[in-house]
């Protein structure tokens, strides 16, 4: 479980990075992902939003800032996890 949680941080980690650069949020990377994306980014993308959806985090976009909510148990016991390494 531990490797997989540092696989997921790095994942999201690279993702944010590179959506950063760019200058795009994840909602609109996954709007234009053809024009602005490679195909190692979008598999990020849908890596990324595999594990939210598994842990049951939700993210919204509110003036262009990605916000993630934890509503599941497991998703509280990963953020719980990852904030106390």
């Known amino acids: 479980m531990y490797t997989n949680t540092v696989k ?5 980690l690279s993702l944010l990075k ?3 650069i760019r200058s ?5 990377a ?3 992902r ?6 190692y980014t979008i598999n ?11 842990y049951g985090m939700i993210f919204s976009q509110i003036d262009h800032t990605d916000v993630l909510y934890y509503i599941t148990p497991q998703g509280s016991r990963l953020l719980s996890k ?3 390494e």
């Open 8 to 12: 997921e941080k790095l994942c999201a």
């Open 18 to 20: 590179h959506l950063e």
């Open 24 to 28: 795009l949020s994840l909602q609109e």
């Open 30 to 32: 996954k709007a234009c």
């Open 34 to 39: 053809y024009h602005h994306l490679d195909i």
């Open 44 to 54: 990020l993308i849908t890596y990324v939003l595999d594990i939210l959806v598994m």
């Open 82 to 84: 990852l904030d106390n």
